[in-house]
């Protein structure tokens, strides 16, 4: 049987013959059945070397899977777990339940440390941090968990820890009072921070903040995007702002980092440090594909064959992270639509903050955005042919753009999803 495609090099992901699985990915493999016993009770391996016919034998992996069975059955013993949550041998985040539940997520003390210094390593723009301290400042949802973000309200001092300054609060920054902002920028000036980590939006509407308060931070090397799917709206008005390279850092929660690459350039790789990144073809498109995660070096909830839901798009260069499948449009002819498609078809006369694009009805989308200035007339029109024959597309600026629950924003909303 032939092999499944993976996104990790050859070079990453070892070699193979007589149609077995690599040696690398073989032992993770089985080190994922000795530490959870939840594997071996969905589908017992055998003692001879694993074949490919084998690998695809093992069932996918979901969240829904994930919910329905509770996280404690990645564990044989829980109560050693909830020990170890006392001595903080052991913690746990809770995802963002952007596309389902929220999910309570086990972790070994210092894990997400670790990925988080393997992902650097593997992008040249983040590697020179990943071994000494540097100042970061990050602005994300509250409860975006991936950075183990504090939710009490606390003062400066105490949200500054380990050479990172966590700037927001609360979640939403639509309705951030300006009293808020000045405390924001301030802080942004006081730490003076090397690299800046946020969500999209958020550092858009810090970029606005920051522009109006006439307000520039040198010391910026490095903005990594992550959290959400970012848009050229967004990186365009950053880059105003604060004139820095931007990564593009691409993960979740339960998984850790799985992609990095440099921002809208089709570049981004799989951190191959941290995951083996199975390819599903994804409907029949060339090149687009359904992403399932095998974590490597996690002993606490290790995920085999995970569906993340996300789906990428390869280029000679490397690839290009679409974003969730739900965010995605199909149109009747069987094109795809996303959130790249929507931004090289904006007149490049529109400069706004944030946008969102919500499908109505079977041929009508609205398009909300927040900007200084109203959209040029045509944006509706050349959104429209992006999207298929005979649809019509309504513009609206708004002052604010609803996050969801999670404090995560879309960007692009079909019907249905």
Excluded at 150 to 165: I, K, L, N, S
């Amino acid at each position: 049987m032939s092999a499944p495609v993976f996104a990790n090099p050859s070079e990453a992901l070892g070699a193979a013959h007589d149609s077995c699985v690599p040696a690398s990915l073989e032992e993770e493999i089985r080190a994922i059945y000795q530490r959870s016993p939840l594997y071996p009770q969905r589908f017992p391996l055998h003692a001879a070397p694993l074949r490919w016919a084998c690998y695809r034998e093992i069932p996918v992996l979901t969240k829904q899977e994930i919910l329905q069975r509770g996280h404690t059955a990645f564990f044989t013993d829980y109560g050693a777990i909830e020990r170890g949550l006392q001595t903080r041998e052991y913690e746990y985040e809770h995802t963002s339940g952007s596309t389902a539940q929220p999910m309570t997520v086990i972790m070994e003390d210092g894990w997400w440390a670790e990925q988080t210094r393997r992902a650097y390593l593997a992008h040249p723009r983040l590697a020179p941090y990943a071994g000494r301290p540097a100042r970061r400042a990050v602005l994300a949802p509250v409860a975006c968990s991936s950075n183990l973000c504090p939710y009490e309200d606390q003062p400066f001092p105490h949200r500054y820890f380990e050479g990172t300054v966590y700037l927001n609060l609360t979640s939403d920054p639509f309705v951030f009072p300006e009293s808020e902002w000045d405390r924001i920028v301030l802080e942004l000036q006081a730490v003076k921070p090397e690299i800046i980590e946020g969500e999209p939006v958020y550092l858009s509407l810090l970029a606005r903040a920051a522009a109006k308060r006439r307000v520039s931070v040198p010391s910026i090397q490095v903005i990594i995007l992550t959290y959400g799917k970012a848009s050229g709206q967004h990186s365009r008005r950053i880059a105003e702002v604060f004139p820095a390279a931007q990564v593009d850092l691409y993960g979740s929660t339960e998984a850790g980092y799985i992609f990095v690459g440099d921002a809208f350039q089709d570049n981004s790789r799989v951190i191959d440090a941290n995951a083996f990144v199975e390819l599903v073809p994804w409907r029949g498109l060339p090149d687009v594909f359904q992403t399932q995660v095998t974590t490597r070096n996690r002993r606490a909830m290790p995920l085999l064959r995970y569906n993340t839901g996300d789906i990428v798009r390869r280029f000679p260069t490397g690839f290009r992270i679409l974003g969730r499948e739900r965010d995605l449009y199909v149109r009747p002819d069987g094109g795809l639509v996303s959130v790249s498609d929507i931004d090289a078809a904006l007149p490049a006369a529109l400069a706004c903050w944030h946008y969102c694009l919500v499908q109505t009805g079977e041929t009508r989308w609205d398009f909300h955005y927040v900007a200084d200035h109203n959209a040029p007339r045509e944006t509706g029109a050349a959104i429209a042919r992006v999207l298929g024959e005979g649809v019509r597309v309504n513009a609206f600026r708004r002052r604010f753009l609803q996050p969801a629950s999670s404090g995560k924003f879309s960007l692009l909303k079909p019907l249905g999803k």
